[in-house]
């Protein structure tokens, strides 16, 4: 798989003038809303993961200029659990949702809304109809694999697995990936392959090579420059928000949010124009590798 063959670079929501900054941290705040959702509602892992997965898929056929991250998590969510048969009633999805969206993470009590309250409805065919949209316009293409089996088995056949730390970092890796687009553009192998190339490289271990002299990750049917790749997405993760003036995603939850900032920037945008000032661009798409070196690392 080529690098020009997975970078997306002109998204639906790139179309539709948001920066690739933007994006992202949109991209990310809604994936960590999910996963927020699913430890407070006790949920398996493997529930939130697909839902995350589903939730990066949709946003490669679907502008976030039509729809919030808010919503769409709870679809996705939703139908997550419903693919790996792990009940979960609306009425605890909607009030864990409602608190992540409108509760400082500082306070310590929270009084769920009434259940017939006009916002309790309003989350809830939120809900209904978010879930609707992401079986439409995935095509129902909703099975999800995901590397975590993959990346144990790998380690067992370098027997690595017994070593302290190393399974864990690899895992946590696979976890923290979940918050960027690799899950949709890449294969479970290759996932798997990154995160333990990740974590060899980071605790300082060398691994064989085969008897042929190939390197390890060949055993796989993994390619370096892939592997390169999936590693900067997750070390972009670690780096925090971005400057170029993008105000946080934590305000901006809905497509109305995100429709106001883009009026708000086309009237700036107008507004130097008119007095003669050199307008600010919207920030430019960067690749991953743009600001992340690997290089010295095979």
Known sequence: MRREAIFVRRTP?????IPAELEDALRTHGCRMIQQAGVLLKLPQVVMATAQVLFQRFWFVTSLKHFGIRDIGMGCLFLSSKLEETPLRIRDLINVYHLLSTTSPDALTYEPMSYFSSTFYDYKDALVFSEMQ???RLGFNVQVQLPYALMVNYLQIFKLADVPGVAQKAWSYLNDALQTPVYAL???PTLATAAIYLTLRVMGIAMPESPEGDPWWTLFDAELEDIEL???WILRLYDGPGGDGVIGAEAMLTKGDVR???EERQRAFETRLASGLAPSAFPLSVHPLASLTLQGWV
Do not use: H, I, M
Request: charged letters at 30%; zero cysteines; glycine letters at 6%.
């Open 13 to 17: 929501s790139r179309e539709d003038g």
């Open 134 to 136: 992401v079986l439409k």
């Open 186 to 188: 890449f294969p479970p």
């Open 230 to 232: 999936v590693a900067a």
């Open 260 to 262: 106001r900032w883009l």
